[in-house]
């Protein structure tokens, strides 16, 4: 079909590459798309969701995909940056002629439609971030720092690089930081930091104000015509003066591509809808598609197109494929592609830098806790002070010492929102092959594990202090450990609930009906003999029980107890008229870290595995 350019931007030429920091990594490359079809199947019912959609885009090429909402250009943009993880694909997606290898992620990036930004850092630690994880090894500190500027240049946020992204921290706190568009064009820098030569972004103008989506697309602009970037994003409703700027525009309707080319309205006027003077083209091309659509004419069109000039551009830009090369076209498009920038130790290092500036900067992490913990242990010193070995302190003491190991595996709660407010920036770092679940994890818990110690000792030295519990070096320090060793075990445990049930509220409401349990079968309100022999297992699996149990035996055993009438002269007897058992309290603390290293590893697994993002 004979096309002349209207007035869309035409494409420049490819410009040379300087120094490393200028992108030395970037090679100009042509996406090529044949063929691509997904589908998937919902409830035994297959969804055809794209259909036979091919094109080809060059360097310097700026493209955007219209089409109304569902008719599959996130699904497309996910498929061409490989990230698509669920339902069949079948078709190909070549780069410069070749199939997709390991180095696609280095050279394509693809910056999604949710800024999924860490609120507590600022522009150029993210940034930074992203180079330490993304770059190449052999970038050097200066390096980095040079590029990183160049692109807070690139994306104009050179004034704002120390100010934090800001948003709203877990408990609603809300921090201040940058605007709506000023994150989008974080992400889009995020993107940019490897210099990639392929740059895929889903609506990146979508939720802006005008003046913020042309400094946005302005970006892109420059990308295309300075870099010689690739540059394929999908668009709603464009402003004129926007729709100007793309070289081509694609357009689908129900997955089928129903035009492609840079005369979208003398085509769509071809076929029976008349331009409307006055009217913003891109709004007369969704009416024009959304008609389309209600009529039922998709699938005529995209054949139509299909057998003309589509197939006559894409003999063009396969020509000078190889006939070896046009082989793989016909091969699967789904590629999987595994391999991390760095290594797990690197990966750990970085994501330890980040948590640990989250955590510092996040008072609700560690000083709220703290605070609780001084507070709750005043008040338990208020209650239990300076006890005595009679029958009434033999009562309170085992009472403190319940309600210490009570408060550590309800003080838990606490982490259950902190968890789950990091697990969509989890999800979707790592579906971007940032890092692996496990160097991400152990950051997370060294903080976290940091925390629970602190806390297990404010509250056990207050308590042990006030209430005057069995003096000496090794009995204090062996209730820390244990108390600290509870907290973490019933940290770990409210963790897995939140990772299984996803939701703080459903987290909270089992996690309270498990810790309701937990104190029921510990030995403490109902003696472990009295209990009916088919909730036996109840205290076997409760490791408030063996902690309990532990602090009882450190307490009492080898003291001498004033009970007056009771029948109770040593403090071994306090023990055996709770029902607890008479192991060693070494027993006890193996047996509770064992409870805290596997309900660890149940944490990391199901963090792993549960919950994964599904695009
Ligand atoms: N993995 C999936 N499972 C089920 N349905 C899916 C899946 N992926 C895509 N779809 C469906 O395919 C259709 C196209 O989705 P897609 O997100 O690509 O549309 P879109 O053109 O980007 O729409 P919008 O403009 O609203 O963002 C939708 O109906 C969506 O629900
Ligand atoms: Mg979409």
Redesign the pocket.
């Known amino acids: 079909m004979d096309q002349v350019s209207i007035e869309m931007s035409s494409t420049p030429r490819p410009t040379m590459v300087k120094s490393k920091s200028q992108l030395s990594l970037r090679r100009s490359l042509t996406i090529t798309f044949k063929d691509l079809a997904y589908s998937?199947t919902?409830k035994k019912k297959k969804?055809q969701?794209l259909k036979g959609v091919s094109g080809t885009v060059t360097p310097g090429e700026l493209v955007a995909v219209f089409?109304p909402?569902?008719?599959?250009?996130?699904?497309?943009l996910d498929i061409l940056a490989n990230r698509k993880e669920?339902?069949e694909i079948s078709g190909a997606v070549l780069i410069n002629g070749n199939e997709i290898d390991d180095d696609y992620k280095r050279l394509c990036s693809y910056v999604v439609q949710e800024d999924v930004l860490l609120p507590t850092i600022t522009v150029r630690e993210t940034l930074r971030f992203y180079a330490d994880l993304k770059l190449p090894k052999s970038w050097t500190e200066k390096e980095k720092h040079e590029r990183i500027e160049q692109i807070l240049e690139q994306i104009g946020l050179s004034h704002r690089a120390d100010a934090k992204i800001g948003g709203v921290l877990p408990g609603g706190i809300v921090l201040r930081g940058l605007s709506g568009g000023e994150k989008r064009r974080v992400s889009i820098g995020c993107g940019l930091v490897t210099s990639p030569s392929i740059v895929l972004l889903d609506?990146p103008t979508s939720g802006l104000d005008t003046t913020s989506a042309m400094a946005v697309m302005k970006t892109l602009v420059e990308l295309t015509q300075q870099k010689s970037v690739t540059v394929i994003c999908?668009i709603?409703q464009p402003r004129s003066e926007i729709f100007k700027l793309f070289t081509k525009i694609m357009v689908?309707a129900e997955g089928r591509l129903v035009y492609y080319g840079n005369r979208p309205v003398e085509h769509f006027t071809e076929i029976g809808f008349p331009f409307p003077d006055q009217t913003n083209p891109a709004d007369y091309i969704l009416d024009a598609v959304t008609t389309i659509k209600e009529e039922g004419r998709a699938d005529e069109i995209a054949d139509r197109l299909q057998s003309s000039y589509l197939d006559q551009a894409n003999q063009e830009s396969s020509s000078t494929l190889t006939q070896s090369q046009l082989g793989i076209i016909n091969a699967s498009g789904k590629r999987k592609i595994n391999a991390y920038n760095n290594g797990l130790f690197t990966q750990f290092l970085v994501l330890w830098k980040r948590t640990g500036l989250d955590f510092i900067r996040n008072p609700s992490n560690c000083l709220v806790r703290f605070a609780v913990a001084v507070f709750v242990g005043l008040l338990f010193g208020a209650c239990f002070s300076g006890l005595g070995m009679d029958e009434k302190g033999v009562q309170s003491r085992s009472a403190v010492l319940f309600y210490l190991v009570i408060n550590m595996i309800l003080q838990p709660f606490a982490s259950i929102s902190l968890f789950i407010s990091k697990r969509t920036l989890f999800n979707a770092e790592r579906a971007s092959k940032l890092y692996h679940t496990l160097p991400y994890y152990l950051a997370l818990m060294f903080f976290e594990i940091l925390a629970c110690i602190g806390t297990a000792f404010i509250l056990g030295t207050i308590t042990y202090w006030f209430a005057d519990l069995n003096p000496g070096a090794d009995k204090y320090f062996f209730a820390m450990a244990i108390l600290t060793l509870a907290h973490l075990a019933g940290d770990f445990f409210m963790l897995i609930i939140s990772c299984i049930t996803v939701q703080v509220d459903t987290s909270f409401a089992v996690g309270a009906g498990v810790a309701t349990i937990y104190q029921l079968f510990a030995g403490f309100f109902v003696p472990i003999n009295a209990l009916p022999k088919s909730f036996e297992w109840l205290h076997w699996c409760n490791f408030v029980y063996y902690s309990f149990e532990a602090l009882m035996h450190n307490e009492f055993v080898g003291e001498t107890v004033n009970c007056g009438q009771l029948a109770c002269p040593t403090g071994r007897d306090v023990l055996i008229n709770l029902g607890l058992n008479n192991r060693g309290k070494g027993i006890n603390l193996i047996i509770v870290s064992s409870f805290a290293f596997a309900f660890f590893t149940m944490v990391f697994l199901c963090l792993h595995y549960f919950h994964r993002e599904?695009?």
Request: net charge positive.
């Open positions: 998937v919902v969804m969701i089409g909402s569902g008719s599959g250009k996130t699904t497309l669920s339902g609506e999908t709603h689908l599904k695009r």
